[in-house]
């Protein structure tokens, strides 16, 4: 689909062409460019050095309708349930994450093996996007350490920033900008160089085709979630994350997302993603982690959580018949709704 190029011509010419003067979008492009300058220290990737001939992401057909079947999606585990990571991909320890007095993320140690597609579940409040940004550097957490393939995301945020991929719990591009100018600046940004029909087959295969001259904000927010998953696997991150990404997609766009964050994993990446739907956490995650109050309370494979917890008095308790994920999420976290 593209190549990569030390040009910024993609990002001058949309900057000049529509002027994108808003403080925003400054902001973006600030951020992105330091990440582009990342790549320049990151040469050694071996994802970088092979070639990228195939599409970053999905080359899902619009047509189709889901995700591989699950014994078939599985790669060779990465991870011997119960036992650390060998050489993992993130590294956390020791986590907490507060706003003021309110401590959202409380030491909080985790990590995911190469390879591997980890789920954080949690009850609304429970620290999810939290603990995202702060593995993005969207925030500074209060202690703790993040090391992304070894690298620290403090000490060195730009090369950090390079290997990830990053879809917002709720993700806003500048909302006059069209499909095509989106997927051009942030090509332009990441140093991916994009000629127009490799932007216009792209968009083709996820399904986009026929909206490339649409803005933003015209798109449903399927679309829009297509698009911004999309742009996070544009520069080929060793490491996705997604908060929340199948939230209020309807269950084919869910299946068909479900099938690109499989090939972005069978293509060489790892992915932690947030969900509520203990159903997506069953079906894609190798490994998931439930979180509550900043902490995390049980981790491990969906099916050994289940056998691990299946007596337990509290998730026999909410449990209707044969105990599932959700049995275990409740009964770990409680009826409560939060607030
Ligand atoms: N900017 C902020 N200022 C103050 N408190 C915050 C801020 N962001 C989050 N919080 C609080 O931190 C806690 C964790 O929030 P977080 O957004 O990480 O939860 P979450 O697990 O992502 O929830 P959800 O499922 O609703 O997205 C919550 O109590 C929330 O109110
Ligand atoms: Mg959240």
Not at 80 to 109: C, M, N, S, W
Not at 198 to 215: M, R, S, T, V, W
Not at 333 to 339: F, I, K, M, Q
């Amino acid at each position: 689909m593209s190549s990569w190029s030390p040009s910024t011509e993609g990002v001058e010419t949309l900057i000049a062409s529509d002027g994108l003067g808003t403080g925003a979008l400054i902001v973006v492009v600030v951020v992105l460019l330091a990440v582009r300058l990342g790549y320049g220290v990151s040469q050694s990737r071996k994802r970088r050095e092979r070639t990228r001939a195939e599409p970053a992401v999905a080359v899902t057909k619009p047509t189709e309708t889901g995700a591989l079947p699950v014994a078939a999606r599985r790669v060779t585990p990465q991870v011997t349930p119960g036992e650390r990571v060998d050489d993992p991909i993130l590294a956390i320890e020791h986590l907490t994450v507060a706003y003021g007095p309110k401590i959202a993320v409380d030491d909080l140690d985790l990590e995911i093996a190469r390879g591997e597609i980890f789920g954080l579940l949690g009850p609304n409040g429970a620290g999810k996007t939290s603990t995202l940004s702060a593995i993005e550097g969207l925030l500074t957490p209060r202690e703790g350490s993040v090391l992304l393939d070894g690298i620290d995301v403090r000490r060195h945020p730009v090369e950090a920033r390079a290997r990830m991929g990053v879809q917002l719990q709720s993700t806003s591009f500048q909302t006059e900008l069209n499909v095509r100018q989106i997927v051009r600046l942030y090509a332009g940004l990441y140093g991916v160089t994009m000629t127009d029909s490799q932007i216009a087959d792209d968009l083709e295969q996820i399904g986009l085709g026929g909206e490339a001259a649409k803005p933003f904000k015209q798109l449903s927010g399927g679309q829009q979630q297509r698009l911004s998953l999309f742009v996070a696997v544009i520069h080929e991150p060793d490491l996705l994350l997604l908060d929340e990404p199948t939230a209020g997609l309807d269950p084919q766009s869910r299946r068909q997302l479900w099938g690109r964050i499989e090939r972005i994993r069978a293509d060489g990446g790892s992915i932690l993603l947030t969900t509520h739907s203990m159903e997506e956490a069953q079906a894609v995650c190798d490994r998931v982690a439930i979180i509550d109050h900043g902490t995390i309370l049980a981790s491990d494979t969906p099916k050994n959580l289940i056998d691990k917890y299946r007596e337990d008095p509290n998730v026999r308790a909410v449990a209707h018949g044969e105990v599932t994920l959700e049995d275990v999420f409740i009964g770990l976290t409680g009826s409560e709704v939060r607030e």
